[in-house]
């Protein structure tokens, strides 16, 4: 039941560092997007209110002349003086609008960081614990454990087979002859128990499963060690190491595609 407790919580712990790296990377394009289209209304803005200025120095070279002009009428200056006040009173609202864009961005950025900052701690925070747990469930399970993996075999009734998951039974047939009766003796049977026990038809992906977690124990620090043991032509070979690519990949082949994945 420990256990159980304990593997519930480290999944609602990844399933929190998944919804935390999910939200940092939204909050990070918002604040990309949003500091680019406050940039583009700026550079339009000030873009514009260049246009003006030119516009209200060529008013008021206009405005020189009127007044060198003979004979011009009162109510066209007037006018020309008009225009050119409310020319510069539309540069000094855009004046006004640019600045005013150009804090908003810097408020929406200063609020971004945070935020980003804010969950870079919590995502740290939730690793932290997900370590913990994971190194647990480790403890829980045995520091030290043994599997088994039987070869398989072309022999129609093979000597050793497995039980179940975690036992194997070994049938030993001595061939000695009984004098008294004549009758051959009854094979002997044995029952060993493992951590682990790995029929036949097991395939490569089904035993990394049983030691992926160890290898993430490695990735978070703790050290671990693993090894086969046997006779030759036992098959050890082919559990570490299997083919280089493809379903029969073997333990060392796969521990190194995760360590990259994770580095990445």
């Known amino acids: ?28 394009l918002q604040a990309v997007t ?3 289209a406050v940039q583009a209304e ?8 260049q246009e003006t200025e030119n516009k209200v120095k060529g008013w008021q070279l206009e405005a020189e002349k009127l007044r060198e002009m ?14 050119l006040t409310r020319q510069l009173e539309e540069a000094r609202q855009a004046r006004a609008k640019a600045g005013g864009a150009e804090d908003k961005l810097r408020t929406d950025i200063a609020d971004g960081v945070q935020r980003v900052q804010e969950l870079e701690t919590q995502l740290m925070d939730a690793e932290d614990t997900r370590r913990k747990l994971h190194n647990m469930i480790q403890e ?32 030993v047939d001595t061939g000695k ?3 008294m009766t004549g009758e ?16 036949p038809n097991t395939k ?6 049983e030691v992926d977690q160890l290898v993430q124990s490695a990735l978070d620090g703790y050290k671990v060690c693993l090894f086969s043991y046997g006779q030759t032509g036992s098959g050890k070979t082919h559990t570490m190491l299997g083919a280089i690519t493809g379903e029969e990949r073997g333990i060392i082949p796969r521990s190194v595609e995760k360590i990259i994945q994770t580095s990445e």
């Open 1 to 28: 039941l420990r256990v159980s407790g304990v593997v519930a919580s480290l999944d609602s712990e990844c399933e929190e560092n998944q919804r935390l790296h999910a939200e940092i990377g939204k909050t990070r």
């Open 34 to 36: 949003d500091v680019a």
């Open 42 to 49: 700026v550079a339009f803005t000030k873009e514009k209110l």
């Open 70 to 83: 003979q004979g011009a009428s009162e109510k066209d200056r007037m006018q020309a003086l008009g225009d």
């Open 140 to 171: 829980l399970r045995g520091n030290v454990r043994v599997f088994t993996r039987i070869r398989p075999t072309t022999d129609s009734a093979p000597a050793i087979m497995p039980v179940d998951e975690t036992t194997v039974r070994l049938t």
């Open 177 to 179: 002859v009984n004098a």
């Open 184 to 199: 051959t003796e009854v094979a002997k049977e044995h029952v060993f128990s493992f951590d682990r026990a790995f029929g």
């Open 204 to 209: 490569q992906g089904e035993v990394y499963a």
